[in-house]
T-cell receptor
Framework: ETAVFQTPNYHVTQVGNEVSFNCKQTLGHDTMYWYKQDSKKLLKIMFSYNNKQLIVNETVPRRFSPQSSDKAHLNLRIKSVEPEDSAVYLC???????????FGSGTRLTVL | QEKVQQSPESLIVPEGAMSSLNCTFSNSASQSIWWYQQHPGKGPEALISIFSNGNKKEGRLTVYLNRASLHVSLHIRDSQPSDSAVYLCAVKGTGNYKYVFGAGTRLKVIA
């Protein structure tokens, strides 16, 4: 049963445009994450938030900015996308950063 | 920085056979190791986790952890075509909120 919802499922855009992805979890978790999955299925953490506070901020380009309005929502904005940003962006949540990760189905971004 | 490596990259087994997947990690102090299953077009889904040395069984799944050799394995008994997916090994590092994933093993079970 899906409990982490991501929108949109797919997005195709041109180099230099701005995109935003949304994520909502209904599990009551206090920690949310953004992961990037490349074409070889490698998952790399980008950001994690605990109770709306940024906890993990891996080395990602400054054009990526996460936004959390409350502990159930975590959005990702990319200003001026580049071709290397083409990937699947996966949102996940967990409790207190120590438990099982629950993932959404991902947003596939294609940058032309 | 924790490093996680998985082998083999891909595995093909006949229906009913045992599937064996391997994962090595770089830090013996890593807290827990998870296995996730990912079907095409879906997000990863947690299968089983282990923290202590030894083995753990859940249904058709058995996981073995050896911290001294920095190695964990997942074995799927009586593999089914529905088990065909990418299996990801994830290691939780010593700091909270950071799970490091391997690149995955693509399993195909042939009927």
């Amino acid at each position: 049963e899906t409990a982490v919802f991501q929108t949109p499922n797919y997005h195709v855009t041109q180099v230099g445009n701005e995109v935003s992805f949304n994520c909502k979890q209904t599990l009551g978790h206090d920690t949310m994450y953004w992961y990037k999955q490349d074409s070889k299925k490698l998952l790399k953490i980008m950001f994690s938030y605990n109770n709306k506070q940024l906890i993990v901020n891996e080395t990602v380009p400054r054009r990526f900015s996460p936004q959390s309005s409350d502990k159930a929502h975590l959005n990702l904005r990319i200003k001026s996308v580049e071709p290397e940003d083409s990937a699947v962006y996966l949102c996940a949540s967990s409790y207190a950063g120590v438990e099982t990760l629950y993932f959404g189905s991902g947003t596939r971004l294609t940058v032309l | 920085q924790e490093k996680v490596q998985q082998s083999p990259e891909s595995l093909i087994v006949p229906e009913g056979a045992m599937s064996s997947l391997n994962c090595t990690f770089s830090n013996s102090a890593s807290q827990s190791i998870w296995w996730y299953q990912q079907h095409p077009g879906k997000g990863p889904e947690a299968l089983i986790s282990i923290f202590s040395n030894g083995n753990k069984k859940e249904g058709r799944l058995t996981v073995y952890l050896n911290r001294a050799s920095l190695h964990v394995s997942l074995h799927i008994r009586d593999s089914q075509p529905s088990d065909s997916a990418v299996y990801l090994c994830a290691v939780k590092g010593t700091g909270n909120y950071k799970y490091v994933f391997g690149a995955g093993t693509r399993l195909k079970v042939i009927a």
